[in-house]
């Protein structure tokens, strides 16, 4: 056993937030950019600070700025502010009928 509890305490904190920071970077980073969701980006900044909270120093404070700037970018995205297909047109014709389609008569 390790003579210093309080070590290994530190150790296991730090390791739970780089692992949270870790997520934060890989999910909700990428899904807040390509998708119109501030959920997702919103779980990506509170995983970050939880990371940095929890002692990921470098790391935790970069899923914070990366999910905040994807959260502008997939808000630009959406409407179609940034060149290329919108999302909105993209998915239009995929989840438009999906609430009411099995109540219709064929």
Do not use: H
Not at 2 to 25: H, I, M, T, Y
Not at 38 to 57: D, E, K, M, P, Q
Request: charged share 15%; with cysteine.
């Amino acid at each position: 056993m390790d003579a210093n509890p309080e070590k290994n305490q530190e150790v296991w904190k730090l390791n739970a937030g780089r692992v949270l920071s870790v997520v934060a970077l890989v999910f909700c980073v990428p899904l807040g950019a390509l998708f119109v969701s501030i959920a997702t980006g919103a779980v990506g900044v509170f995983l970050g600070i939880a990371g940095y909270v929890l002692g990921a120093r470098r790391l935790g404070p970069l899923p914070v700025v990366l999910c905040t700037v994807a959260i502008f970018v997939g808000l630009l995205v959406g409407p179609g502010v940034v060149p290329g297909d919108a999302y909105d047109r993209v998915v239009d014709g995929w989840f438009r009928n999906m609430p009411t389609e099995r109540f219709t008569e064929d």
